[in-house]
């Protein structure tokens, strides 16, 4: 750039010929700045993209990661004095992969070989795994010897039948395995047959997840009603065992839903609020973990009891 207040001007002929030579530095002076201005265009763009936002312990412990594969690095929840019976269970929504899935969708999920090397790491670390029924028992007789994990599965897909329940057999590890009743024999879900003999496995427990997988709390009472009760009683109907029970479907719900889930004689519901601390005073909304903690790595895990 020229600035022109540095150009001496006195030596110039005439007031005309100034005029004129002002007005060509200023022409020279425009193209160089604009010229610049876009050679500078890349450099501009590369420093204004978006930072990363690192999140601190206490962001953990009250939030979701965005990305549902993204490992946290403390501890979820700490332990609140004032809870019933508070004790620290992983309860870990497990979604595992589905082949016909978009890739946005498979992103979010686990693949079955993940998934083993994750069950032989939890055996590793003395993890004994429960049904999300056992809760109130063991939250009021909490184990001393085992480090206690609950295995959830939600939405009744076939792949848990496929991919998951071998794996479950061959480290006779549990889980608890939530239905949509009106989803049962569709394409990409358990057919009634496959659901009867995983309800007859001491290693699976069948949970209620509703007849069609609404948002609960946008839905009137009656309506909740049908939802969460028949929901309960027809898969009792067709399994011969009594199904205690429930997870929120998208973890949506309101005090009134919990006060239905309550009544129909659930003993425990799981949502999908982050955390591991479970307590008696929170048994109808129950804190999940999503499958990226199962993702985590070993010192994770041994973390969270050490
Ligand atoms: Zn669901």
Redesign the pocket.
Known sequence: MIPLFLLNMSNLPNTRAKKITILGLIIINLIIWTAGFCLAQPFFQKTTKPLTIKLTPAAITNKTPANLLELPTTRPTTLNPKLTNAKEIPIINVAPIQETWDEVKKKMTIEPKEFERQLVTLNKLHFTTYFVKDLPELLTNYPTSAHPIILTF??GYKNFYLDVYPLLQKYQMKATY?I?NNLINHPDYISTNQLIELSQSPLIEIGA?TLD?PHLSTLPTEKVKIEIERSKDELEKLLHQPILTF?Y??GDFNTTTLAIVKQAGFVAAVSTKYGILQSLDNIFSLHRLRSGALMASDSYLTKLFN
């Open positions: 939600d939405d939530y949509i997840h997988h997870a479907p998208y």
